[in-house]
C-alpha cells in the first residue's frame, strides 16, 4: 500500500497546476482545490496498480487531475449575476404602477399572468368549446360525471337508463372531446 503522507507535495504540485490552468479563483480558491487533489491522492493510492507499469507518481496527478475536473462539472455552479459583474443597474421592480387606460393602479406583478394559471384558463376555454361541440347526451354525461362529480350509478338513476350505457356515453364523449381539443 502507497503511503498517500509522502506523496503530499505531489497533491499540492498538481493543485498549483490545476489552480493556474483554469483560473478558478472567482468559484474555488486554492485550498479547495487542494483538498480535491487531497482526494484523488487517496483514491490514487488506494487503486494503483504497480503491475501495469506506470509509476505512483504518474498514476495520481492523472487521477487527481481527473478527479478535481469531474468535481467541478458534477458541482452545476451557475454564478450569480453579482459575482460575474453582470448585475444590471435598470431592473425594474414589480411594484412599480403601469399606466392603464382605466384609470386603476396595476403593478407589473398584477399584469404579469402566471404561466400555470394562463395554461389552466386556456385549458378551460379549449374543453367548453369542444364540450358544446358535442351531442347533448354525451355532454350531459360528462358535465355530470366531471365537473359535478356524479357517479356513474347516479347519472343512470337521473337517465333511466343502465350504468353500461352511461359508461358507453361517457367513453364516446371522452373520445370526441379528445379529438376536438388535439
Known amino acids: 500500500m502507497i503511503d498517500v503522507q509522502d506523496h503530499l507535495g505531489l497533491a499540492k504540485l498538481q493543485a498549483g497546476r490545476i489552480y493556474k490552468k483554469f483560473q478558478l479563483s472567482y468559484r474555488y480558491d486554492f485550498d479547495d482545490?487542494?483538498?480535491m487533489c487531497h482526494?484523488?491522492?487517496?483514491?490514487?493510492?488506494?487503486?494503483?496498480?504497480?503491475?501495469?507499469?506506470?509509476?505512483?507518481?504518474t498514476y495520481a496527478l492523472s487521477l487527481m487531475y481527473g478527479y478535481v475536473l469531474n468535481t467541478i462539472l458534477r458541482d452545476k455552479y451557475y454564478p450569480?449575476?453579482?459575482?460575474?459583474?453582470?448585475?444590471?443597474?435598470?431592473?425594474?421592480?414589480?411594484?412599480i404602477n403601469v399606466n392603464n387606460s382605466m384609470d386603476k393602479e396595476?403593478?407589473?406583478?398584477?399584469?404579469?399572468?402566471?404561466?400555470?394559471?394562463?395554461?389552466?384558463?386556456?385549458?378551460?376555454?379549449l374543453v367548453r368549446t369542444a364540450l358544446e361541440k358535442l351531442p347533448s347526451k354525451h355532454r350531459e354525461v360528462i358535465k355530470l360525471r366531471y365537473f359535478q362529480g356524479k357517479t356513474q350509478m347516479q347519472i343512470a338513476k337521473l337517465f333511466g337508463t343502465s350504468q353500461t350505457t352511461i359508461g358507453r356515453f361517457e367513453k364516446e364523449g371522452l373520445t370526441k372531446l379528445r379529438r376536438y381539443v388535439s
Do not use: C, P, W
Request: aromatic residues 12%; glycine residues 6%.
Open 33 to 35: 482545490i487542494l483538498q
Open 106 to 125: 396595476v403593478t407589473y406583478k398584477d399584469a404579469i399572468m402566471d404561466k400555470q394559471e394562463f395554461y389552466t384558463e386556456f385549458t378551460g376555454i
Open 39 to 57: 482526494v484523488g491522492l487517496i483514491k490514487a493510492a488506494q487503486k494503483f496498480d504497480k503491475t501495469k507499469g506506470y509509476t505512483f507518481s
Open 80 to 95: 450569480s449575476a453579482e459575482r460575474n459583474g453582470s448585475l444590471n443597474s435598470h431592473v425594474l421592480s414589480l411594484d
